[in-house]
């Protein structure tokens, strides 16, 4: 009787209507999915009957298929896999495929399911029957899905293998993807050869865009670092058919080659791959590459072999350390054997000795027994009893004998056993040691000719550059074999008409080697051969021949140098036929036509030859039309030193002749220096510039100008520059005028010149708004300004620091006005030259003409030349004391030493002044040069009184005043106080009236002056003329030692 069903699981009321309509049309998939969605929110069990009933009626239907499967996982889902739930549902599945099995989407779903509950057999059946059932054309999807199943983990890896290889025969292109599957489960054979196999295969086309270079570096990785897991491939020939094929990366072919090797524990053999690369590679990032390589594999095998030293040294040290023990143990037991021993033998001798006292006891008893019993025994019996005795005893001697000897031939044994082991470690010891010196060496080494084998790199990529084969020979210093055989090559090697660089240096290098070496012979054969070399131009063999030509030079063969010059400059056969020697000819055929050659040439005619010949070598050179405005000039000059002008001037005019402009230039330049002197240059420099100005170039005026400050005479040189600066600002504008300026003040004018342009300079910087820069071109042009003399540049720099300056500036300016005028009150008149008179005799009317000169200067009046005046009875006359004289004819010249004024008074016999501090102090009127001495030169403190005089008396001298002086504060004041020596206010100076008996001393010098006047007479033709080098105190000197 069939079981009740629960009332919630049959239809409602509500699903009546439902139900008359499917009653009506049951195959009706739309009634069906209406009453589906209809009861949607019904319980799962109800919604799972309504699908069967729909599935019942309608097994073909996808939409119900799928909509019921869908609900049945997401009931299922959170489940625990080994829930009944599972189950029913796969045999869900698998009734759906009965029908569904062309729905691939229903496999996906099944095969997902399967694979969430870890069934490895029943989901890889399942995706072979799927592969079965659906069409070729949607297997696509199904493999996706079973290659992510195979590679999960807990698959086996047998069986991943098989499912790849199938996979393979549908999509053969897919193949990467099996050879990244091997690599990951390390079957390094199979991927070693699927990637042989694609390489070799030239239809392949990666699917992942990876070129074949690409895939040759993934084989080569793979072999090198699995090279004992890989057999049967020959590793060596593919790595070196990919380093033929793939030259971009080389360095890296040929470190995996020797990894391979490195791994297979072949070390030699990688050595010389190592080798071989660093010998071959074309580039020195693959040398590089090879050459790191090779020293990471030559230090790993030496720290691997200083490891395995200390190793060994350490079991060494730990088996020392048990034999030690086991000695120790042996003693031991070799002591207890033989106390054992000799308790044994204690105790037999004790037990024996009881014996025999038990024995001597009983034959004692026997014997008086037998003496009692038998008294009539034989004395032979008694003989061999103790024969027997003796027997005994000796058997006894020789088993200890026997046991001694044996354990000292043990102890010898194990004696020479340990020797031998000694001198075996000793040796191993030494072979060690001998490895590890070899192995530094070898890595030393390799070190030491990294610069060789980079330049032999170099070198192969281009065997032509000359610079690196100079390079090369440069690394072999010290070696004179190898630079020897470096050049060798280099010449051999190198072709002159694909050499980078100059080849010719290679071969005069070499022959300047062996000049160094003091092997001429060799040195001209190496030239000789040099001259015959197929050259790409002239100047190259040009440069062999004056090359050799200066080589004979320095040893001192001049004849044998002209020998050669004449030699290389014979014109060939071929140049006297009609077409001549044409460009294409070898360069030797047209070496008579070298400028380079024939200009030494003409050096060695004019240094070693004679006037003649040097003028046939100049025609010749004119003749061949190779001369240059160079050339032609050096010809008329040569002719100018030996007094041919005329045959000059010639030159000069062939020269015209024969250059056109630009390049005639230079000649009318030199030829006509040669007519106008310096003094008429003016005029032509600016004819010159003018004609540039209309015709030219603005800047090539401006190089006129500036030239024309050169050439012109001192006098010209001020105006020259300021029409250089009027033409400057009007081509180029105010601004560029600055260097112009910058460089007539520094060109050596004259201090008044130079005044007058820094003036002018600081003018057009206060227009163009730059203090600065004004203000420093006055601190640079106020010392070139006495504040006595030259009032007007301190007026103006006063001027400028009202207007634009502040308090700080200001003091700036009167601190240097300060220190400009002590500096021009320590400098003190020395005479000119030309107003010494040609007559010495009387030295008094040459100092009164001197005088005289002065007054008629109008040089202010000084009180030490008054006092000096009236101790001599001299005319009133008045000398200068100081200050700029620029503009006055026979200004004196000032000198800064006290000592040289005292040498200069001494000469006239005047007394020795001593002169006051630098500080200047101006009398009350404004008037410089007044009484009180202090002031212009300042003498010694003398006042007006008379020299009889010997009271003190004190002068009061007001502070000089300063019109424009700025109110400063207190400290200030004091600071000024400080700096000056004064205080604001009067100052009193004491000063002493001269005595008379010091006018005394003057008179007995001018008496001996006087006799001396007429020994001066004889010599004045030799005092003017080496006197015209000499200053006024000089030849005051010379006179006074005379």
Not at 438 to 462: P, Y
Request: charge should be negative; charged fraction near 35%.
């Amino acid at each position: 009787m069939p079981s009740k069903v629960p009332d919630h699981l049959l239809p409602s009321e509500e699903d009546l209507l439902y139900e008359e309509e499917i009653l009506r049309n049951p195959y009706t998939l739309k009634l069906w999915w209406r009453y589906i969605q209809a009861r949607r929110d019904s319980p799962p069990k109800k919604r799972y009957i309504l699908y069967e009933r729909a599935l019942k009626a309608l097994p073909g239907s996808y939409k119900l298929w799928r909509a019921y499967l869908k609900d049945r996982i997401e009931a299922v889902r959170g489940l625990c896999i080994t829930n009944q739930a599972y189950e029913s549902l796969n045999n869900t599945f698998e009734r759906s495929l009965v029908t569904m099995h062309k729905m691939p989407r229903i496999w996906l779903e099944y095969l997902q399911f399967l694979m969430k509950q870890k069934l490895i057999t029943r989901t890889r059946r399942t995706f072979d029957r799927a592969l079965c059932s659906l069409p070729v054309t949607q297997h696509d999807r199904i493999w996706e899905l079973y290659l992510k199943f195979v590679g999960s983990d807990g698959i086996p890896v047998e069986t991943a293998l098989r499912v790849y290889r199938r996979y393979l025969k549908l999509e053969p292109t897919h193949v990467e993807d099996f050879i990244d599957f091997l690599k990951s489960a390390a079957r390094w054979q199979e991927a070693a050869t699927r990637l042989a196999e694609i390489l070799n295969d030239e239809e392949f086309s990666s699917i992942r865009g990876k070129t074949k270079h690409q895939l040759w570096l993934e084989l080569c990785e793979l072999l090198t670092k699995h090279a004992k897991e890989v057999t049967g491939i020959k590793v060596d020939a593919i790595i070196r058919g990919g380093i033929r094929k793939f030259t971009s990366e080389v360095g890296r072919l040929w470190t995996s080659l020797a990894d391979f090797y490195i791994r297979r524990g072949l070390f030699e053999k990688a050595r010389d791959v190592y080798e071989e690369g660093m010998m071959t590679v074309v580039t020195v990032r693959d040398f590089t590459l090879v050459f790191d390589a090779y020293a990471q594999f030559e230090e790993s095998m030496l720290t691997a072999t200083m490891a395995m030293a200390s190793k060994e040294e350490e079991e060494e040290e730990r088996k020392r350390r048990r034999e030690k023990l086991l000695q120790m143990l042996r003693g031991l037991t070799r002591k207890e054997k033989k106390k054992r021993k000799e308790e044994g033998r204690n105790k037999k001798k004790e037990e024996e000795g009881k014996e025999e006292e038990e024995e001597e006891e009983g034959e004692g008893r026997e014997r008086t027994r037998r003496k009692k019993r038998q008294e009539t025994q034989s004395d032979e019996e008694e003989e061999e009893e103790e024969e027997e005795e003796e027997r005994e005893a000796a058997d006894v001697d020789r088993r200890r004998r026997g046991g001694d000897a044996e354990e000292e031939e043990e102890e010898e044994e194990e004696e020479d056993e340990d020797e031998e082991e000694e001198e075996e470690d000793d040796v191993d010891d030494d072979d060690d040691d001998d490895d590890f010196d070899l192995r530094i060496a070898r890595l030393e080494h390799l070190m030491d000719r990294r610069a060789e084998l980079v330049s032999s790199v170099l070198l192969r990529q281009n065997p032509h550059n000359v610079h690196e084969w100079h390079k090369r020979v440069k690394l072999f210093a010290g070696n004179a074999h190898k630079q020897v055989l470096t050049y060798t090559e280099a010449v051999r090697t190198v072709d002159p008409l694909k050499a980078v660089g100059k080849p010719h240096t290679l071969w005069v290098s070499f022959a300047k080697f062996y000049e160094g070496h003091k092997d001429l012979v060799n040195a001209r054969v190496i030239l000789e051969k040099a001259t015959q070399v197929p050259f790409k131009g002239v100047d190259d063999l040009a440069a062999v021949w004056c090359h050799w030509a200066e080589m004979e030079q320095r040893h001192g063969n001049y004849r044998g140098a002209l020998a050669l010059m004449k030699r290389a400059t014979v014109e060939p056969p071929e140049a006297m036929t009609r077409g001549g020697v044409g460009p294409d000819a070898p360069v030797q055929k047209r070496l008579y036509k070298s400028l380079k050659l024939w200009s030494m040439f003409v050096d060695l005619e004019e240094s070693l030859g004679t006037l003649e010949s040097a003028k046939a070598v100049y025609e010749r050179i004119i003749e061949l039309r190779i001369a240059t405005p160079q050339i032609i000039i050096n010809y008329a000059l040569m002719l100018e030193e030996h007094k041919y002008f005329e045959d000059a001037f010639r030159v000069y005019e062939r020269g015209v002749n024969i250059f056109k402009y630009p390049h005639v230039k230079d000649i009318w330049m030199t030829y006509l220096t040669k007519f106008v002197p310096a003094e008429d240059a003016k005029a032509l420099y600016l004819q010159y510039a003018k004609l540039e100005e209309d015709y030219g170039l603005a800047r090539h005026a401006m190089m006129v100008y500036d030239r024309a400050t050169k050439a012109v005479c001192d006098e010209d040189k001020m105006s020259v520059y300021e029409i250089y600066i009027a033409r400057a600002a009007e081509f180029f504008g105010v601004t560029q005028t600055r260097e112009t300026y910058e460089a007539a003040i520094e060109s050596g004018l004259p201090d008044k010149d130079v005044k007058a342009m820094c003036l002018k300079y600081a003018a057009l910087e206060r227009k163009l708004g730059e203090i600065d820069r004004a203000r420093a071109i006055y601190v640079h042009a106020s010392q070139m300004a006495d504040p006595r003399m030259d009032t007007a540049f301190w007026n103006e720099w006063n001027e400028f620091e009202i207007q634009h300056g502040n308090e700080d500036t200001f003091r700036e300016m009167l601190r240097i006005k300060r220190s400009v005028s002590a500096s021009y009150s320590q400098m003190h008149f020395m005479l000119p030259e030309y107003l010494m008179a040609k007559d010495k005799g009387n030295v008094k009317d040459t100092v009164d003409a001197a005088v005289e000169k002065l007054r008629q200067a109008s040089a202010p009046e000084d009180d030490m030349a008054a006092l000096e005046r009236a101790a001599t009875g001299q005319p009133d006359t008045a000398y200068p004391v100081g200050g700029s004289t620029s503009g006055m004819a026979g200004a004196p010249r000032f000198v800064s030493s006290t000592a040289a004024a005292n040498d200069f008074a001494s000469a006239f016999g005047f007394r020795r002044m001593e002169f006051s501090s630098a500080s200047t102090m101006e009398p009350e009127d404004g008037e410089r040069g007044g009484g009180g001495g202090a002031g212009g030169v300042g003498g010694s403190g003398m006042g007006n009184g008379s020299g009889s005089r010997a009271e003190e008396v004190k002068i009061k001298v007001p502070s000089s005043v300063n019109p424009e002086e700025i109110e400063l504060g207190d400290d200030d004041e004091e600071m000024e106080e400080d700096e000056d020596g004064r205080a604001g206010g009067d100052i009193e100076v004491t000063q002493k009236a001269v005595p008379s008996a010091v006018f005394g001393e003057f008179a007995e010098k001018a008496k001996h002056l006087q006799e001396t006047a007429s020994a001066s007479n004889q010599n004045d033709t030799r005092t003017e003329e080496e006197g015209k080098s000499l200053g006024a105190l000089e030849r005051f000197k010379r006179q006074r030692r005379q």
